[in-house]
């Protein structure tokens, strides 16, 4: 089954910053509204930000101001810009199609650690 590639993940003290990227070889979603994900340990996935495909953006009330998200469908890619991160912003990242009716198969993610 196609999927997404989810990259950019690390380890990141409180307060750092990090930029995840997602993109398809397989999958064109340039005409989709696309989604990061992230899901904690024992939590469910949930969606923190998502834009239109032409750059509306919206986000979950706890990265509001902190995250950014953007795309480049010249590139067929998806950018989450991640600043001022907190320990709760531990999980793995996910990218994918924020309708529900029209998601492709989960990548691995990206795991992101904000630790001291």
């Known amino acids: 089954q196609a999927h997404i590639v989810e990259s950019g993940g690390g380890l990141v003290q409180p307060g750092g910053s990090l930029r995840l990227s997602c993109t398809s070889s397989?999958?064109?979603?340039?005409?989709?509204?696309m989604g990061w994900y992230r899901q904690a340990p024992g939590k469910q996935r949930e969606m923190v930000a998502a834009?239109?495909?032409?750059?509306?953006?919206n986000y979950e009330d706890h990265v509001k101001g902190r995250f950014t998200i953007s795309r480049d469908n010249v590139v067929n890619t998806v950018t989450l810009s991640m600043d001022n991160l907190l320990p709760d912003d531990t999980a793995v990242y996910y990218c994918?199609?924020?309708?529900?009716?029209?998601?492709?198969?989960w990548g691995q993610g990206t795991q992101v650690t904000v630790s001291s």
């Open positions: 397989e999958i064109d979603f340039r005409d989709d509204m």
């Open positions: 834009i239109t495909t032409w750059g509306l953006a």
């Open positions: 994918n199609s924020a309708l529900p009716t029209k998601q492709y198969g």
